[in-house]
């Protein structure tokens, strides 16, 4: 894959560990949280179903050709992640501080840096 493929991919892996992580604002707070908390409340399978987006930023890293031990590493924040968020309501705030889809999205973008060299900003993919 070339550097531009990869960075767009990143950027898609991006706004999902967002979307999980830090999509709403409690009202009258500076507190984010995502769907990976909201669905941590609920009990027995939620926090188990936030794991499905986060096995998906997984396969797209080892996709792009990350190495084992960075794979390592972001399988350990989900595993971290799933299971203090078994524990009720410590697990859910601590869900909204740890995120792990955000740790690991910047792991990866870390490590697509190192090999491609930071990403030439187009207008089209711009964060403004």
Known sequence: MT???DFDRLARVERLARRMDRAFRLPFTRI???WDAILGLVPGIGDTL??????????E???MGAPNPLLAQM???????WL???????GDIFDVGFR????????????????HGKPE????????
Do not use: H
């Open 75 to 81: 399988a350990g924040n989900m595993g971290v992640d």
């Open 32 to 34: 984010r949280l995502g």
């Open 84 to 90: 203090i968020g078994l524990v009720p309501f410590l």
């Open 121 to 128: 900003l187009r207008p089209e993919v711009s964060r403004v």
């Open 3 to 5: 550097a531009a493929q």
């Open 100 to 115: 792990a889809n955000l740790r690991n999205t910047a792991l990866l973008r870390r490590w697509l840096e190192q090999q």
């Open 50 to 59: 936030a794991l499905l987006p986060a096995v998906w930023i997984l396969k």
């Open 61 to 63: 890293a080892r996709d």
